[in-house]
């Protein structure tokens, strides 16, 4: 498979650079694009939602599995794998709207403004994003 099969069932697919897209995650009522897409020189999609989603829930709501992510041939058992499949650039992107949702919050609270349940939730998902990313990005977050 190419990453266009993939791409054909998502919305608001943005080309982000060479082989890398970001679009809606499909698995969840996503507000804006937190799936990221790449894919590589030898054929393989990676697939990563920056909300938790897992591989597995995003593949079955755009109705795919698991193997249409690799190509149909065998890679040798001296292919390199990749360390981290996902630019900083891409990372930093996500985290950068979260850490503003986060910031707001922040700002809410110091103003003696009390959090409901929406905007509780808000925040829970905004940090669960941020240490998505940065697991994604290969960096302990604690």
């Given at each position: 498979m190419t990453a266009e099969n993939l791409l054909s069932r998502l919305e608001r697919v943005k080309r982000t650079g060479a082989g890398r897209y970001q679009a809606r995650c499909p698995a969840h009522d996503d507000k804006g694009?937190?799936?990221s897409i790449r894919e590589l020189d030898d054929g393989r999609v990676l697939v990563h939602c920056f909300a938790g989603c897992d591989v597995h829930s995003v593949l079955s709501a755009a109705g795919l599995s698991f193997d249409d992510l690799f190509p149909p041939r065998e890679l040798g058992p001296h292919a390199k794998r990749e360390g981290r499949p996902f630019p900083a650039a891409d990372i930093l992107r996500a985290i950068a709207f979260e850490a503003l949702v986060v910031a707001v919050?922040?700002?809410?609270?110091l103003a003696g403004e009390p959090f409901n349940a929406v905007d509780r939730d808000r925040l829970f998902l905004a940090v669960g994003r941020i240490r998505a990313a940065l697991e994604a990005g290969g960096l302990n977050h604690g």
């Open positions: 694009p937190s799936l919050a922040g700002s809410s609270m």
